[in-house]
T-cell receptor, first 112, second 115 residues
Framework: DAGVIQSPRHEVTEMGQEVTLRCKPI?????LFWYRQTMMRGLELLIYFNNNVPIDDSGMPEDRFSAKMPNASFSTLKIQPSEPRDSAVYFC??????????FGPGTRLTVT | GENVEQHPSTLSVQEGDSAVIKCTYS??????FPWYKQELGKRPQLIID?????GEKKDQRIAVTLNKTAKHFSLHITETQPEDSAVYFC??????????????FGKGTLLTVNP
């Protein structure tokens, strides 16, 4: 099993540009999570999908952030327009009922 | 909602010594407590977890203890080695894995093991 796959691993973009982060969960896992990690705020849950359906997006900072899960093997997190304060490491994680959460390698986003 | 406090924020020990990291939680309904290790530039990885029907769990050099009455749990690492140096996160939730998505994380403890 390749684990949770995220792309890109690093993204540098200018303020105002659109950023799309991608995630492929572990096959068979039906829960998918997007987290943001910063020194100041630690690990924050942005959105949770169960069986491809968004269940809780209360952690999404503002309307500039959106996430989709069109099928069980793919999810995207989009920021449009990006701002310097969005700079962080974004982790995708997946799990199945009664299994522990497995994190992907993360995408380090830098917005200049 | 759940609130998880973690102490200390940094911990420095000599190789071979023991390290203890403590967490408290606020929601008495929480019953699943995982610990994650995150090496510099890497992803958080589960190292051990405990459920509320168990007071202690061991896996080689690491152990976790849980006191439900006091609502606190601790990670114990014995015979520390330089490769134990990392940030450790505690977390708490009602249920485990996907059955409760609101896994609340502590702010992390940076453990440094000096050779």
């Amino acid at each position: 099993d390749a684990g949770v796959i995220q792309s890109p691993r690093h993204e540098v973009t200018e303020m105002g540009q659109e950023v799309t982060l991608r995630c492929k969960p572990i096959s068979g896992h039906n829960s998918l999570f997007w987290y943001r990690q910063t020194m100041m705020r630690g690990l924050e849950l942005l959105i949770y999908f169960n069986n491809n359906v968004p269940i809780d997006d209360s952690g999404m900072p503002e309307d500039r952030f959106s996430a989709k899960m069109p099928n069980a093997s793919f999810s995207t997190l989009k920021i449009q327009p990006s701002e310097p304060r969005d700079s962080a490491v974004y982790f995708c994680a997946s799990s199945h009922r009664d299994t522990f959460r497995v994190f992907g390698p993360g995408t380090r986003l830098t917005v200049t | 909602g759940e609130n998880v406090e973690q102490h200390p924020s940094t911990l420095s020990v000599q190789e071979g010594d023991s390290a203890v990291i403590k967490c408290t939680y606020s929601d008495s309904a929480s019953n699943y407590f995982p610990w994650y290790k995150q090496e510099l530039g890497k992803r958080p990885q589960l190292i051990i977890d405990i459920r509320s029907n168990v007071g202690e769990k061991k896996d080689q050099r690491i152990a976790v203890t849980l006191n439900k009455t006091a609502k606190h749990f601790s990670l114990h690492i014995t015979e520390t080695q330089p490769e134990d140096s990392a940030v450790y996160f505690c977390a708490a939730s009602i249920g485990s894995g996907g059955s409760d998505y609101k896994l609340t994380f502590g702010k992390g403890t940076l453990l440094t093991v000096n050779p």
